[in-house]
Structures are given as C-alpha cells and as structure tokens.
C-alpha cells in the first residue's frame, strides 16, 4: 500500500514534465492477459521505443527472454482489506532498531551529509529518515527486474500511458550507461535505489554525487543522498523551516479544527491553549501552521509546517510523513511521542468501515454510498453524531465508534 501511495505521488510529478505514449490494445474492461498478447505489444513497443531514440543494443539486452510477469499484475491489482491503525504502522516504521542504526547512518555519513545539506538547503537527518524509511538504510532495494516489471505494468491498459512513459524512462538509464541491466531491480511498481525513484524521476531529478559520470542510486551514497536532496529542494523544501511538532491540545478543544487543513499562525494557536508536547508554550510567532491528529483524540496532535506537505508529495500519506519526520527527530536524539498507544486501539477492515457510514445513514447523519472509505464526510458525520451524544468530536472512524453506534441504533 505504502509502494502505490508513493507511485500515485510520482505519476503526479511524472504529468508535470514527461509526455505520455498512448497504447493501442484493448479497453480495460476487454483485456485478458496472455503472453501472446505480451509479446504482440512489445514488438509494437520496441518500435516506439526506437523511434524515441534507445538503441538496438539495449532494446535487445533488456528485452532478452523476458516475459509477462503474472505476480506484479496480481499485486497492481490487490486491494488491501484491512487498514493498519497509526500506531500499528508508526511502532513498525519508527522502531527502535530503525531509530538505532539511523544514529549510526546519520553519524557515519556526517561529513557527506553536511554537504547535500549546503548544496540544498535539506537537513542530513531527514535525507537520512527517508534512506531508512525507503530501504531500511540500503539493505532491501528490491528484487523484481525493473525492465520486466514496467514492460508487464505497461502492457495492462489500466495505467498503460505511466507505465510505458518509466519503461521508456528506465531504457533510457541503461542506454547512459549507469547502471548495468543485471543490477537494475527493484519493487513491483518500478521504484529503483536506496531511495527508491521512479525511473522518470530519476532522469529528473537524480545527481551524480561521487562525480565519477554516472549516477548509481543502489551503490553510491553520495549519489543516493545528494539525489534525495535535489529532488526534496525540487519540491519545495523551506531551508529555514522545520517540519512541524507535537503538540497538546487543551481540554475540550475544538477538534474540527484539526482536520489538516485550516491554517493559522503559531500565535493563534497559542491563544487556542495549544502547548508544545512537554508542555511548554508554542513559540509566540507569525509562522502559518495546520493541526492534525494522528489517530483518535488519544493520540498524538501536530502543528505541521510547509515541509510537511513537501514530504507528502514523495509519499501522499500523513503517516508515512509523519514517520519520517519522527524518525529524523529521533536521529538528532530528540524525544519519543508523548502519546502512546491505546489497548483498544484495532484496525478495521474495510466492511467495518462500510458498517460505520452504514449505521450513521441509518441514524440520519448522511454519508452517502457506504464505499470502506473514511473520507471528510463520513468524519463530518461522526463529528455532528459525537457532538450530540457529548463525546470528544474527532470524526475518526474506529471500532470503538463503531461498537458506540451499533449500541446506539440498538436503543432506537
């Protein structure tokens, strides 16, 4: 799930500066996927790919004996039934052992770091956070043949245009010689290296750092760390700015105001009775800020920043960005969450989730279709419904809520 929110971030980026080739074969809803009809493709490919300017030599390298890969269709198209709870995803990705070998990477590579930082303006602890979040520091980049992944990806019409746009792109990477065929693996999607770029995004974005004329992002730290900081200063990364803080909130806050998205300066916060987690007061700044709480109103709360959302755009998901900023806080030796987590906190499935909107349509809070998804209407029901029955208003979708409504519409 974590691999396709990042490959939805990317193929957003990819529309900004790549122009996609159009497949002829079948409609999505008429495709049945066959080697025959793999290899009637490729040949149409390789000609489009020729006429894009990769030459004979890597067209007949890269194409030697491949074939239709079944596993990463099945797991293009595998939807997650279950949702993982914040806490179950955070303890997983920010653990102690990931904690301690990021001190020993951060420490180890200070010198080098110091330098991507001055070139780019992003701190060494969070190119270093990604380095452990993408790959867990190098030590798993993937083992899937990135040519046979994206040529399967690329032959099913359903995202065709993305995926033959990377084919294209990864093409390109072997015919500038800088990485070898043999060495070019990675994840079913196609993300490649120790900070795992798409193939278009390499070509953007990825830097020879060790200046030796290529640029190897499963071998050369330099070139993995300087081509993290290009692409994070790419996106906008504020060089002054941090990523944000935990926070807590006072008694009876108003929790319709953390929803991620209403903006207010540091000092309108402050006057909200909002504090730093240890308690301290919130600096008596201008600085815009957004409130967002991680889980339930037991959980951790956060003022994010505008590097916040610059995290976001490498990966679209608020727990991955919330990890990652975690995780470089933790690398200088700052403090753990403050909160932790609940014995009753579960993950739901997504018939739980259906089962939620369900029961608030049928208590006359409208959600609309019960589609598994809690989106901002199904929360803005459960904030109306929590006002009524006096609980804290977080709209958060949970098995404790889902229990509160069964018993509720139980009474009726």
Known sequence: MLKMKRLITQLLTALLFTTFIVSSHAKTSDFTPSETGFKEWLGDFKKQARNKGISQKTLDSAFKNIRL???????????????????????????DTRVKNGLKGY???????????????????????????ETNYGSYTGNIPIIESLATLAYDPRRSKFFTTQLLSALTILDKGHVSLKQMKGSWAGAMGQCQFM????????????????????????DVFYSAGNFL??????????????????KGFNYALADNKTQRSLVEWRKLGITLADGRALPNEDMKAKLLLASDYRGPAFLVYKNFNVIKRWNNSDKYAIAVSHLADRIVKRPPLSKQQPKDDKGMSLAQIKEIQTTLNQLGYDVGKPDGIAGSKTRKALRVFQVKHKLPADGFASVRMLNFLKETIAKK
């Open 69 to 95: 890969n079944k596993k990463v269709l099945q797991s293009d198209k595998k939807q997650p039934e279950f949702t993982k709870t914040f806490f179950d995803y955070f303890n997983r990705a920010v653990s």
């Open 107 to 133: 420490a180890e590579n200070k010198e080098l770091l110091d330098k991507v930082t001055k070139k780019y303006g992003v701190p060494g602890r969070f190119l270093v956070a990604f380095w452990g979040m």
């Open 199 to 222: 193939p278009s995004n390499y070509l953007q974005y990825a830097v020879d750092g060790d200046g030796d004329g290529k640029i190897n992002l499963w071998d050369s730290l330099p």
């Open 233 to 250: 200063n790419q996106l906008g990364w504020q060089k002054e700015e941090n990523w944000g803080r935990e926070v807590t909130l006072p």
